[in-house]
């Protein structure tokens, strides 16, 4: 119907304007079928943990009492909560990326990335259970102009990432500094596993993972770098990658100098 759509206005149209109409009617398709595939994968990221879910529910049912043991129950349940956790975990991402895309951006008020950080760090440090050694490098005296709640998630992604993706023993170091032309990044780097230099562009994209499996034993959803990019571009700022297979990673988003704020020094 599109091509019959291009081909009424052509003829309506006439020559002239043939070039400008076959552009539009491709970013139409385009969109159409961006949201195509993104049905098509949420779908697909819920199906596999509601699968597993119902299958050991089918198993139980018609178990009798007697032929399970207490070990053995509490390992089905556990393994159960597990799948249902995934899925709240996608759900919730993907709640958070429709509010992001849905409403406009909040009144922007100074925010303490000091505690930002700190509190990314509380998630962080747990999750990496010793593993890591953490180098923290934050200029507590910078604040952004924003909303909070979208730099906290922005924040802890890429540091929960750096922990998710880097093995044991591994170092991840946290820098939160201005920049010489007056912007400010907040920089993430770890010694991991690193990124293929053909997967960077696509890494932001939703669903986008290079080891689907590595990532959901890890318990990653794929939306993480999405909603990151997505913080960063509603505060006038830029997500920035860069990698190494096998070196590690450096992921930072830099935010512009109208942005930042410098925080009264209460020390004084
Ligand atoms: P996920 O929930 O799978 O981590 P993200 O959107 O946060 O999803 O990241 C997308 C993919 O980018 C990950 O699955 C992983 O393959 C890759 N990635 C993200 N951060 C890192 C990192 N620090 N080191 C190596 N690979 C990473």
């Known amino acids: ?46 199906r596999t943990p509601l699968t597993v879910l119902a299958g050991f529910l089918e198993t139980l049912k018609d178990m009798p009492d007697e032929a399970l043991s207490a070990e053995q129950r ?48 509380q998630q962080a440090e747990p999750l990496s259970a010793g593993r890591h050694q953490f180098i923290w490098n934050v200029d507590e005296t910078l604040d952004i102009l924003g909303t909070a709640s979208e730099l906290g998630s922005a924040i802890t992604n890429l540091l929960v990432n750096a922990v998710r993706y880097t093995p044991e023993g591994g170092r991840i170091t946290i820098s939160w500094r201005r920049e010489a032309d007056g912007s400010a990044r907040y920089r993430v780097v770890d010694t991991g596993i690193g990124i293929a230099a053909h997967h960077l562009p696509r890494l932001a994209e939703r669903f986008y993972r290079i080891d689907r499996s590595r990532s959901r034993e890890s318990g990653g959803t794929g939306l993480g770098l999405a909603i990151t990019k997505h913080v960063a571009m509603r505060h006038d700022g830029e997500l920035q ?28």
Do not use: C, W
């Open 1 to 46: 119907s599109y091509e019959r759509l291009l081909m009424v206005q052509l003829i309506v149209y006439g020559r002239g304007q043939r070039m400008v109409l076959t552009r539009d009617v491709t970013q139409i398709e385009k969109l159409e079928t961006t949201r195509r595939d993104f049905v098509a994968n949420v779908s697909h990221e819920l």
């Open 74 to 121: 509490e390992q089905y349940m556990g393994m159960m909560l597990e799948q249902a956790q995934r899925m709240q975990a996608i759900v919730a991402d993907l709640l958070t990326l429709s509010a992001l895309e849905a409403s406009p951006s909040a009144e922007p008020h100074p925010v303490g990335m000091r505690t930002l950080i700190e509190a990314a760090r």
């Open 241 to 268: 990658i860069a990698s190494e297979l096998g070196k590690g990673s450096n992921f930072s988003i830099v935010f512009p100098a109208e942005r930042i704020s410098v925080a009264e020094d209460d020390a004084a």
